[in-house]
């Protein structure tokens, strides 16, 4: 799987949109762009994943370059609660395992 | 169920004891993964199931490390000769498919002391 580099950190005022970038120069035709965010002393949680077009749920919008090569996940409205590391992982659809990375430990600030 | 439950949420074990670490994924997922992660890293992979078998163990540390899923539903990670190196939250995920995403338990603190 392709790897990805993300920032460590990133703060955001609470109710603004938190933009989490994500760069995956490597990521080959077949692979998707996934994100999970993990709380504090909590399993990782699935946020949303995407192969070429953009997409949107509940919880967030994912936004992939027309190269394929970057990608910005989009808290819309970010609340304190959303303070958690971000995980951007590339994998191959029909992949067994997600490598996780660092990840990008963003605080939500009142 | 609702979630992945994992049991014990927590446990403190002495060097060079036997623990297991048991998972009940999400009924109806045939996917099922360990993961272990240590304080201030991302989860590492230990081993996928497919059903009864165990499809790829390739993120075992060692022969110490074993992992069982019998019936296709609970998965119970088993480690031998514990080490304070064991020390680390455990994660167990289950997923319908390949594609989707997985969902994670809370996981287990393990503390080898």
């Known amino acids: 799987d392709a790897k990805t580099t993300q920032p460590t950190s990133m703060d955001c005022a609470e109710g603004r949109a938190a933009n989490l970038p994500c760069n995956h120069s490597?990521?080959?035709?077949?692979?998707?762009v996934y994100w999970y965010r993990q709380i504090h002393s909590q399993g990782p949680q699935y946020i949303i994943h995407?192969?070429?077009n953009n997409e949107t749920n509940e919880m967030a919008s994912l936004i992939i370059t027309e190269d394929r090569k970057s990608s910005t996940l989009i808290l819309p409205h970010a609340t304190l609660r959303d303070t958690a590391v971000y995980y951007c992982?590339?994998?191959?659809?029909?992949?067994?395992?997600?490598?996780f990375g660092s990840g990008t430990q963003l605080t939500v600030l009142p | 169920g609702a979630g992945v439950s994992q049991t014990p949420s927590n446990k403190v074990t002495e060097k060079g004891k036997y623990v297991e670490l048991r998972c009940d994924p999400i009924?109806?997922?045939?996917?099922l993964y360990w993961y272990r992660q240590s304080l201030g890293q991302g989860p590492e992979f230990l081993i996928y199931?497919?059903?009864?078998?165990?499809?790829?163990d390739s993120g075992l540390p060692n022969d110490r490390f074993f992992a069982v899923r019998p019936e296709g539903s609970v998965s119970t990670l088993k480690i031998q000769r514990t080490e304070r190196g064991d020390s680390a939250m455990y994660l167990c995920?289950?997923?319908?498919?390949?594609?989707?995403?997985?969902?994670f338990g809370s996981g287990t603190r393990l503390t080898v002391v």
């Open positions: 490597t990521i080959s035709g077949n692979e998707y």
């Open positions: 199931f497919q059903g009864t078998g165990a499809a790829d």
């Open positions: 009924s109806g997922h045939t996917a």
């Open positions: 995920a289950s997923s319908r498919d390949r594609e989707g995403g997985y969902t």
């Open positions: 995407g192969l070429k």
């Open positions: 992982i590339v994998r191959v659809a029909t992949g067994r395992q997600l490598t």
